[in-house]
């Protein structure tokens, strides 16, 4: 709505710019020298040229308005001239008039000379006629649209900026309503800003301490998480202003217009601190600089600007810069250093706890049948989005209406459910029961073959929510600290854990899917990687057989050894990785009831965290395992 909203806005003003032109050419014609003889317009550069002949007498410039006034001759001969000053030479400007002995004068606003007086009531009052009739019509036209809440029009760009600074709109965060009570679920995200929160309820006690406040937070995740909807929620929470602008409207402007709203967009924020700046969509701006041949100067110049702006704002005031994108491996790096958008907020898809609370917020407004149950719909709808959920929701709002009940009934729901997400299926990713439990066991069988090799980290989360990367599901290990080197044997338990997913899946159902490639390509990789670069094959011992292809580009390996040798290393590679995978397939056949609960616990969850998983593994009940001593 918020396009809409700002298109129609732009309309409206063109109207009235056309209505001002349409004035002014019919003024002219009924008082054709009511200006002529009073101002002459000259462009800059005949102004300089005046100056420089010693022409001009005096000059008049109002404080911060480009327009300079002035006159030739004196007395009878006195002519009034107008200009408007060159970008950036006010001062080279003033340097002139001043050795010309031109006499300067300077005013604020609003003078009144009897010229100024004329022109004003000339032009000035129609004019204003004219911008409150249109005011009111805009008014009108937005009420009967249903305001949308806080959208940020920076249409100012038509004729140039000719109405001076942007026309920027903003509206406080509070009269949008929206709290942290409106954003479903996303609890680690809602933590990591309750600290931007605070500091904006609070600037002073910050910088009383002298901490370094948060300047930027970027929002990373997939479209219709609510990224959108939690920068609101923090605007709202803190009571401040909530600037909000898309990165593709700094790119879409004229030439060199960017980089200027950048700067009028900082000041405005600059006025109105504390606040929040909020980005959207900001790899349009932020793009890496280096990646493609046909740069684009525009952009790139939008991106400097921002910043620079972003260094040297003044965050004593409490300025909070939130930016959202759902390719944050796009971004330029220089907008992640510390002290710019320094901090990033993963905003994931929800598990099926989130997704049940999404569904209640937005249920909340609609009239519903008592005794629907939600929790069937965010069962059936792994992978959907709160976006894709609020649709639901009123799909099937829609759908009540369509046949003329005035209450939601669960049937409403369920069908609601099969046009949202068959309709985005391409969109989203929305496994089916069966594919939730293959990736429940697979994810399973990663993490099982994981804690049963004493050297492997501990596993610290099994997910089954889709992820944009396209993985279905993944299982975190964490090392515990840091460490730089592998020996050979955690290498081979590497191999294991990876073979450890599709082992699951022969073992159980008895069937492979494609759901391992990227497991098989990692464990490849190792295997490769241990006898041609670590020397940890027996066949060959320590013989460099490979060379990285490239450290940075993350390639594989070129070979530097015969052809005869090269077959030699794949049978030496496929062995490393049987060895892992007959490894795998045991461990889970030693724990196959462990396997099938905690799977279906998953299966249940979608998401448990390492401790409930070693729980449960380790739960005494005749089927625990024997669990290997912690490495040293
Ligand atoms: P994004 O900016 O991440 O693309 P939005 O913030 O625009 O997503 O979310 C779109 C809509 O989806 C929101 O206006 C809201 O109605 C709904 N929504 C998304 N996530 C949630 C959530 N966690 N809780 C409640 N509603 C949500
Ligand atoms: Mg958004
Ligand atoms: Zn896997």
Aim: proline content about 3%; aromatic content about 6%.
């Amino acid at each position: 709505m918020d396009m809409n909203d700002n298109k129609r806005r732009r309309s409206m003003l063109l109207y009235i710019l056309i209505a001002i032109v349409a004035y002014l050419m019919i003024s002219q014609t009924i008082y054709p020298n009511l200006r002529a003889t009073q101002v002459q317009k000259v462009d800059y550069s005949q102004f300089v040229e005046m100056v420089e002949k010693d022409e001009v007498t005096q000059a008049t410039s109002i404080y911060g308005n480009p327009e300079v006034t002035f006159t030739t001759g004196e007395g009878d001969s006195q002519k009034f001239y107008e200009t408007v000053l060159y970008y950036g030479t006010e001062e080279s400007t003033a340097q002139l008039l001043e050795e010309h002995d031109v006499q300067m004068v300077s005013e604020i606003q609003d003078t009144s000379g009897d010229l100024w007086l004329m022109l004003l009531i000339s032009y000035g009052l129609p004019i204003l006629v004219f911008l409150g009739i249109g005011w009111w019509l805009n008014r009108r036209m937005k009420k009967a649209m249903g305001d949308d809440g806080p959208s940020m029009n920076f249409g100012g760009g038509f004729g140039g900026g000719g109405l001076g600074k942007s026309n920027a709109k903003e509206i406080k965060g509070e009269e949008t309503g929206v709290t942290f009570k409106d954003v479903a679920g996303q609890d680690e995200a809602k933590e990591s800003l309750q600290e931007i929160v605070s500091f904006l309820k609070n600037p002073d006690k910050y910088t009383e301490i002298g901490a370094r406040c948060p300047r930027g937070a970027l929002l990373v995740g997939p479209p219709g998480t609510g990224k959108t909807l939690l920068a609101k929620a923090v605007a709202g929470e803190a009571g401040v202003t909530f600037f909000q602008i898309a990165g593709s409207a700094f790119v879409e402007m004229f030439v060199g217009r960017g980089a200027a709203k950048v700067r009028d967009l900082f000041k405005q924020a600059n006025e109105k601190a504390p606040c929040i700046i909020f980005i959207d969509e900001i790899d349009a701006v932020g793009k890496r600089r280096d990646t493609s041949l046909s740069s684009n100067d525009e952009r790139e110049q939008t991106l400097n600007q921002l910043l620079s702006e972003m260094d040297g704002f003044d965050n004593h005031k409490g300025i909070v810069v939130l930016a959202a994108t759902n390719r944050p491996e796009t971004l330029d790096q220089a907008l992640l250093r510390p002290g710019r958008f320094d901090r990033r907020i993963p905003v994931e898809l929800p598990d099926l706890a989130g997704r049940e609370a999404i569904l209640k917020i937005h249920a909340d407004d609609v009239k519903m049948e008592p005794g629907i149950d939600l929790g069937v719909i965010a069962r059936s709808t792994p992978g959907a989005s709160g976006a894709d959920l609020a649709n639901i929701i009123n799909e099937a709002a829609l759908r009540a209406v369509r046949f003329g009940r005035r209450r939601v009934t669960q049937e409403d729901l369920l069908e609601s459910v099969d046009v949202v997400i068959a309709g985005e299926k391409k969109k989203s990713t929305v496994l089916s029961p069966h594919e939730k439990e293959v990736v429940s066991y697979h994810e399973t069988g990663h993490a099982i073959v994981a804690a049963m090799q004493k050297g492997s980290a501990p596993v610290s989360k099994i997910t089954i929510v889709p992820r944009t990367s396209g993985a279905l599901g993944f299982t975190m290990q964490v090392e515990e600290d840091e460490h730089f080197l592998t020996t050979r044997q955690e290498a081979k338990d590497k191999i294991a854990v990876l073979c450890g997913g599709r082992a699951a899946e022969e073992l159980i159902f008895g069937e492979m899917t494609t759901g391992a490639s990227n497991d098989i390509e990692k464990a490849t990789q190792l295997a490769r990687a241990m006898v041609t670069q670590y020397g940890m094959s027996d066949k060959f011992g320590m013989v460099q057989l490979g060379q990285p292809a490239s450290r940075y580009l993350g390639g594989g390996s070129q070979l530097t050894c015969s052809e005869g040798t090269a077959q030699e290393i794949d049978a030496e590679v496929q062995a490393l990785v049987e060895e892992g995978h007959q490894n795998a397939l045991r461990t889970l056949r030693e724990n196959r009831f462990k396997l099938h609960e905690i799977a279906h616990y998953l299966q249940k969850k979608e998401t448990i965290t390492g401790e409930e998983f070693m729980n449960i593994l380790t739960r005494d009940d005749g089927f625990a395992p024997k669990m290997p001593t912690p490495a040293e």
